[in-house]
């Protein structure tokens, strides 16, 4: 089973910013679709973007767009998340995940997911 292993969480005021990592284990990463996905107490996982397997442009969230960044380094196996000029609504935990699918929003498409990180935005 692919492991996947999240950093980078922790407490921020409003406007400021986080960089979360995904560590993954495994060979071809290149081949995996990988996701974030956020999920506060009390409510439904969440999508936040994705970025497709073998080159495919990255998607996002209409909340997130224009203020999160995807990137991933397939060498190295890690997918990160840059969060910028965020707000309390972004208070959730995030989590990373993977499939071998084609890039896609729907959780139940992504085979492998991390633990997650907690993400705490103040105001």
């Known amino acids: 089973q692919v492991q996947l292993v999240e950093s980078g969480g922790g407490l921020v005021q409003a406007g400021g910013s986080l960089r979360l990592s995904c560590a993954a284990s495994g060979r071809a990463f290149s081949g995996y679709t990988m996701g974030w996905f956020r999920q506060a107490p009390g409510k439904e996982r969440e999508f936040v973007a994705t970025s497709g397997r073998f080159g495919a442009s990255p998607y996002y969230a209409d909340s997130v767009k224009g203020r999160f960044t995807i990137s991933r380094d397939n060498a190295r196996n890690t997918v990160s998340l840059q969060m910028n000029s965020l707000n309390p609504e972004d208070t959730a935990v995030y989590l990373c995940?993977?499939?071998?699918?084609?890039?896609?929003?729907?959780?139940?498409?992504?085979?492998?997911w991390g633990q997650g990180t907690k993400v705490t935005v103040s105001s």
């Open positions: 995940a993977a499939s071998w699918g084609p890039i896609t929003t729907l959780p139940q498409d992504y085979n492998y």
